[in-house]
């Protein structure tokens, strides 16, 4: 998607449409803009990457003069704000823990996430030390201000700890009293009724988001190998890692992947609660010291307030080097203000000069120290052999650094050593923390160049009979690409259409997969054009393929009776005259159209932020509270809200179908099948209603009857975004009804037996 070769809004357009949504566009368009202006050449990539932690530098820089400008700081001469901006940004920059940030790549999302969120710092404070002189120039600023932070927010999420560090700026630069007052104005506050009100609806606001985030979270913690307490005791231990790692610098404790052990309790390994432990003493310390050495209390809290979001319970990855990027800037500052205030006091008898000389001194040898350091640290990425190869010596277990290097020697031509290192890695991974299609991909490929095909064949169908039960699916459309083929150069026909189909099915349960669909419709036209003149059935529909049509009118139609519209659209534009073709295009019009429709009808949101009136307000609310089904007492004021939309609206469909989720989640099953047949009534043409009526009735025993709902609901919407997960739960419906079925036989057989002994 990123591949583009002319600039134009239409190219630009789709890159907010990757896995990453509008919250990482900017690098989207920076890659984008590289590939375009380089040809795709991988130089092109670092360097805008050296120009981007260039800039970074020289944003460090500012936001460090402009905070050493703060009244609360604010030193004798300009020249020591200088030394200490100066030696801090580029102590930072030329530190190799950000290596990884910079020379890989993909990481700029990191970079420029760090640029804009210090730019918007720097700018932020330079309106707060100009607002008594000219409200105009603080105005200029703050607005900039909000530019920067823009950028921040559409480089990276965890851009939202932005309001957090500069409203610690405020507090602890520009009224450092408020933490002395602190305990005195909320004691004050306490006694008003009006400000405890907005205290206990604050906290009631924020115990929703927070409990919402964390069921939302939960989710994503089903494809991991920890659950979310492991998460959190692990990232105490990880932290603390972190924090070495910058204030002891060595390149040998930099990987691209790092074996973790997952922290099971506080004991579980010992070093957790240490880990705990220190980060709260260092956490309580920075708190009670923050009016006494600001710098330091500022950058610690900066350093743990920056990892926040990607060290707690998001269901992230547990470590990554680059995660350091911007919370080093913190640690660092920290150290250097230690350090100084500990030099200040040793250095009492010399002369001004003599400290100078000094501390420019021991920062230059500092600097040339840790670029030295970097500049070791970048061989290890001389090649993408070497990186990989240092991963997998630093990480031994970790199935990814294996799968990696695989796909490296790959590339290089080293296919022996390829297929040990895949072997490898499908040997140490296990259930939510493998890469087995990525290894098992590189160990055909492999076996393929060594052995042949007919062995890289029986290699790859092994494998897949061998994958784990809910394997990383990222590299899966390649492999089954990949298998497809080799099936149908061994002429076995259906065996390579599964294969396709399955890589369809893939495709269309994981959209962020959408980029291999090409090399899936190449792998099904192979095998159509393979078999146009020998009247196979590849489909197992009892009739030769493609028969009378042409292969690209038998792919058209094949792929629009799968779902896949994309393909059947792009392989339909090929043959433009051909009345199949036509046909399928007219039949995907219709079915868009419905599509559009129940879209729009689709959920409640609209009632929340486009109400038309005191029932859809009322209908909103209902709804809002139904996310907290679990407490005591929602549910009846939940259904009173219901009453009174349904006073208002009486034709409203989305009252009862909402009362009966209510009843659903309350248990009360055949309550909520009443409720949503009178919501069907009122909007047959609602799939919204008819898919609820298909759990509802599922809930209350109706298997046929809940097939036939959810089978209506697919009519309505044949673009349902969950349609494959639909599917599949009708497919387990049909397998229980035949099992109902085949065991009411049974019975019934025995009853007859016995009554035919009986009467004998």
Same mark, same amino acid.
């Given at each position: 998607?990123?591949?583009?070769?002319?600039?134009?809004?239409?190219?630009?357009?789709?890159?907010?449409?990757?896995?990453?949504?509008?919250?990482?566009?900017?690098?989207?368009?920076?890659?984008?803009?590289?590939?375009?202006?380089?040809?795709?050449?991988?130089?092109? #990539?670092?360097?805008?990457?050296?120009?981007?932690?260039?800039?970074?530098?020289?944003?460090?820089?500012?936001?460090?003069?402009?905070?050493?400008?703060?009244?609360?700081?604010?030193?004798?001469?300009?020249?020591?704000?200088?030394?200490?901006? $100066?030696?801090?940004?580029?102590?930072?920059?030329?530190?190799?823990?950000?290596?990884?940030?910079?020379?890989?790549?993909?990481?700029?999302?990191?970079?420029?996430?760090?640029?804009?969120?210090?730019?918007?710092?720097?700018?932020?404070?330079?309106?707060?030390?100009?607002?008594?002189?000219?409200?105009?120039?603080?105005?200029?600023?703050?607005?900039?201000?909000?530019?920067?932070?823009?950028?921040?927010?559409?480089?990276?999420?965890?851009?939202?700890?932005?309001?957090?560090?500069?409203?610690?700026?405020?507090?602890?630069?520009?009224?450092?009293?408020?933490?002395?007052?602190?305990?005195?104005?909320?004691?004050?506050?306490?006694?008003?009724?009006?400000?405890?009100?907005?205290?206990?609806?604050?906290?009631?606001?924020?115990?929703?988001?927070?409990?919402?985030?964390?069921?939302?979270?939960?989710?994503?913690?089903?494809?991991?190998?920890?659950?979310?307490?492991?998460?959190?005791?692990?990232?105490?231990?990880?932290?603390?890692? #972190?924090?070495?790692?910058?204030?002891?610098?060595?390149?040998? %404790?930099?990987?691209?992947?790092?074996?973790? !052990?997952?922290?099971?309790?506080?004991?579980?390994?010992?070093?957790?609660?240490?880990?705990?432990?220190?980060?709260?003493?260092?956490?309580?310390?920075?708190?009670?010291?923050?009016?006494?050495?600001?710098?330091?209390?500022?950058?610690?809290?900066?350093?743990?307030?920056?990892?926040?979001?990607?060290?707690?319970?998001?269901?992230?990855?547990?470590?990554?080097?680059?995660?350091? #990027?911007?919370?080093?800037?913190?640690?660092?500052?920290?150290?250097?203000?230690?350090?100084?205030?500990?030099?200040?006091?040793?250095?009492?008898?010399? /002369?001004?000069?003599?400290?100078?000389?000094?501390?420019?001194?021991?920062?230059?040898?500092?600097?040339?120290?840790?670029?030295?350091? /970097?500049?070791?640290?970048? !061989?290890?990425?001389?090649?993408?052999?070497?990186?990989?190869?240092?991963?997998?010596? *630093?990480?031994?277990?970790?199935?990814?650094?294996?799968?990696?290097?695989?796909?490296?020697?790959?590339? %290089?031509?080293?296919?022996?050593?390829?297929?040990?290192?895949?072997?490898?890695?499908?040997?140490?991974?296990?259930?939510?923390? !493998?890469?087995?299609?990525?290894?098992?991909?590189?160990?055909?490929?492999?076996?393929? =160049?060594?052995?042949?095909?007919?062995?890289?064949? !029986?290699?790859?169908?092994?494998?897949?009979?061998?994958?784990?039960?809910?394997?990383?699916?990222?590299?899966?459309?390649?492999?089954?690409?990949? $298998?497809?083929?080799?099936? /149908?150069?061994?002429?076995?026909?259906?065996?390579?259409?599964?294969?396709?189909?399955?890589?369809?099915?893939?495709?269309?349960?994981?959209?962020?997969?959408?980029?291999?669909?090409?090399?899936? =419709?190449?792998?099904?036209?192979?095998?159509?054009?393979?078999?146009?003149?020998?009247?196979?059935?590849?489909?197992?529909?009892?009739?030769?393929?493609?028969?009378?049509?042409?292969?690209?009118?038998?792919?058209?139609?094949?792929?629009?009776?799968?779902?896949?519209?994309?393909?059947? *659209?792009?392989?339909?534009?090929?043959?433009?005259?051909?009345?199949?073709?036509?046909?399928?295009?007219?039949?995907?019009?219709?079915?868009?159209?419905?599509?559009?429709?129940?879209?729009?009808?689709?959920?409640?949101?609209?009632?929340?932020?486009?109400?038309?009136?005191?029932?859809?307000?009322?209908?909103?609310?209902?709804?809002?509270?139904?996310?907290?089904?679990?407490? %005591?007492?929602?549910?009846?004021?939940?259904?009173?809200?219901?009453?009174?939309?349904?006073?208002?609206?009486?034709?409203?469909?989305?009252?009862?179908?909402?009362?009966?989720? #209510? %009843?659903?989640?309350?248990?009360?099953?055949?309550?909520?099948?009443?409720?949503?047949?009178?919501?069907?009534?009122?909007?047959?043409?609602?799939?919204?209603?008819?898919?609820?009526?298909?759990?509802?009735?599922?809930?209350?025993?109706?298997?046929?009857?809940?097939?036939?709902?959810?089978?209506?609901?697919?009519?309505? =919407?044949?673009?349902?975004?969950?349609?494959?997960?639909?599917?599949?739960?009708?497919?387990?419906?049909?397998?229980?009804?035949?099992?109902?079925?085949?065991?009411?036989?049974?019975?019934?057989?025995?009853?007859? /037996?016995?009554?035919?002994?009986?009467?004998?």
């Amino acid at each position: 998607m990123t591949h583009v070769t002319e600039l134009s809004p239409q190219t630009l357009k789709p890159l907010h449409q990757t896995q990453f949504g509008p919250w990482r566009l900017l690098p989207m368009v920076s890659f984008a803009f590289d590939y375009w202006w380089g040809n795709g050449s991988v130089a092109a #990539y670092h360097v805008t990457n050296n120009v981007i932690h260039a800039l970074c530098w020289l944003a460090c820089l500012w936001m460090l003069w402009v905070l050493l400008s703060t009244p609360r700081l604010v030193p004798a001469d300009r020249d020591k704000r200088f030394f200490g901006a $100066l030696s801090v940004a580029t102590l930072w920059a030329l530190h190799p823990v950000q290596t990884s940030a910079v020379t890989y790549v993909v990481q700029r999302m990191a970079t420029l996430q760090a640029l804009f969120f210090m730019a918007a710092v720097a700018a932020f404070i330079q309106g707060r030390l100009g607002v008594y002189a000219s409200r105009a120039k603080a105005a200029f600023w703050w607005s900039l201000a909000v530019l920067f932070s823009l950028g921040a927010f559409l480089s990276k999420e965890n851009a939202a700890m932005l309001p957090v560090i500069l409203g610690l700026i405020e507090v602890t630069f520009f009224r450092p009293r408020w933490w002395a007052e602190l305990p005195r104005r909320l004691g004050e506050s306490l006694k008003k009724p009006r400000i405890v009100l907005l205290v206990i609806l604050a906290g009631v606001v924020g115990f929703w988001v927070v409990s919402s985030l964390l069921d939302s979270f939960s989710k994503g913690y089903e494809i991991r190998h920890f659950t979310m307490k492991e998460r959190l005791l692990t990232e105490a231990r990880v932290v603390m890692r #972190y924090f070495f790692t910058v204030l002891v610098p060595d390149p040998r %404790a930099l990987s691209l992947e790092h074996d973790v !052990e997952v922290s099971r309790s506080l004991f579980d390994p010992p070093a957790t609660v240490l880990s705990l432990a220190a980060i709260a003493g260092l956490l309580s310390a920075s708190l009670w010291t923050i009016t006494r050495w600001p710098l330091i209390s500022f950058g610690l809290l900066w350093f743990f307030l920056n990892l926040a979001i990607e060290s707690s319970v998001v269901p992230l990855e547990l470590i990554f080097d680059h995660r350091m #990027y911007l919370p080093s800037v913190g640690l660092i500052l920290a150290a250097f203000e230690a350090v100084r205030r500990v030099f200040s006091k040793a250095a009492g008898r010399w /002369t001004i000069h003599e400290r100078e000389k000094i501390a420019w001194s021991a920062v230059a040898v500092l600097s040339a120290v840790l670029c030295l350091m /970097t500049f070791v640290r970048n !061989e290890d990425w001389e090649t993408a052999v070497n990186i990989n190869a240092d991963a997998v010596r *630093k990480a031994p277990n970790h199935p990814r650094a294996h799968a990696n290097l695989a796909s490296a020697l790959i590339r %290089a031509g080293r296919y022996a050593e390829a297929v040990e290192a895949a072997q490898k890695a499908v040997e140490v991974g296990r259930d939510h923390f !493998e890469e087995h299609f990525v290894a098992a991909t590189n160990l055909v490929i492999g076996r393929l =160049y060594l052995d042949g095909e007919e062995k890289a064949l !029986e290699e790859a169908e092994r494998l897949l009979g061998t994958a784990p039960k809910a394997p990383d699916a990222t590299a899966l459309p390649n492999f089954l690409t990949i $298998l497809a083929t080799l099936q /149908t150069r061994a002429e076995r026909y259906r065996d390579a259409y599964g294969s396709v189909q399955k890589a369809l099915d893939v495709l269309a349960k994981f959209p962020r997969l959408r980029s291999d669909a090409p090399m899936v =419709y190449a792998a099904m036209n192979r095998l159509v054009q393979a078999v146009a003149e020998k009247n196979e059935d590849i489909d197992g529909d009892g009739s030769p393929d493609p028969g009378e049509l042409q292969p690209t009118e038998w792919i058209v139609r094949k792929l629009h009776d799968l779902g896949d519209w994309e393909g059947a *659209k792009r392989f339909a534009d090929t043959v433009p005259a051909s009345p199949v073709a036509q046909e399928v295009r007219r039949v995907m019009a219709l079915a868009e159209e419905r599509n559009r429709f129940q879209s729009a009808q689709w959920g409640y949101r609209n009632y929340l932020w486009k109400p038309k009136g005191l029932a859809d307000v009322a209908a909103g609310a209902a709804y809002g509270l139904h996310r907290w089904h679990g407490f %005591a007492g929602i549910e009846k004021l939940g259904l009173k809200l219901l009453h009174v939309a349904e006073l208002r609206r009486p034709d409203n469909a989305d009252v009862p179908l909402l009362k009966g989720w #209510y %009843a659903f989640e309350a248990g009360r099953a055949q309550e909520a099948v009443a409720l949503a047949r009178q919501a069907v009534a009122l909007a047959p043409q609602s799939a919204k209603a008819w898919i609820a009526l298909g759990f509802f009735e599922q809930r209350a025993g109706n298997v046929e009857r809940s097939l036939a709902a959810f089978q209506q609901t697919l009519e309505l =919407y044949p673009g349902y975004p969950k349609r494959q997960v639909l599917q599949q739960l009708m497919t387990e419906l049909h397998t229980q009804l035949a099992a109902q079925s085949a065991e009411k036989e049974s019975a019934q057989q025995a009853n007859v /037996t016995a009554t035919f002994h009986a009467r004998r």
